[in-house]
């Protein structure tokens, strides 16, 4: 059995096609890349650590998938690390990124797509890999968000 070391791996969630946060994970494994990751991180990306700056774009586009909310922990530097909340499970695909480093998920706040996209590259990478995950899946999958 694979092993999952993402927060929330056992999240029982499903979307309409039925694959859960961990379907999600091992397709997104192979479509995260630099180009996909947060400018200002992305001199540190790679393939050892497919996760790193991906945390918004993967958020959102999950929460285009699940519904539910984006959250943010914060990181003490006026940055967030967004991740999913859906009927009270919480799930974050892009959590390797901080290694053993433990997050502390409770009491975090809601972040808004319009806040997070008012910045164009980010929207930009947010509609690249969603335009990849839903040629490897079928384009219908996302038409109803």
């Given at each position: 059995?694979k092993a999952y070391r993402f927060y929330g791996n056992g999240a029982g969630v499903r979307d309409a096609a039925g694959r859960t946060p961990r379907d999600y994970y091992d ?119």
């Amino acid at each position: 059995m694979k092993a999952y070391r993402f927060y929330g791996n056992g999240a029982g969630v499903r979307d309409a096609a039925g694959r859960t946060p961990r379907d999600y994970y091992d397709l997104l494994k192979t479509l995260w890349c630099a180009d996909t990751c947060a400018p200002r991180m992305r001199g540190d990306w790679s393939a050892e650590n497919p996760t790193l700056g991906q945390c918004s774009i993967t958020a959102f586009l999950m929460q285009d998938l699940y519904g539910g909310e984006v959250r943010g922990v914060a990181l003490g530097d006026g940055n967030y690390h967004c991740f999913n909340v859906v009927e009270g499970i919480a799930f974050d695909l892009t959590s390797e990124q901080f290694g053993e480093k433990k997050l502390d998920y409770e009491d975090c706040p809601v972040q808004r797509r319009e806040v997070h996209f008012a910045k164009e590259e980010k929207r930009l990478r947010y509609e690249a890999l969603k335009a990849r995950l839903m040629a490897r899946i079928g384009s219908k999958a996302l038409d109803s968000h």
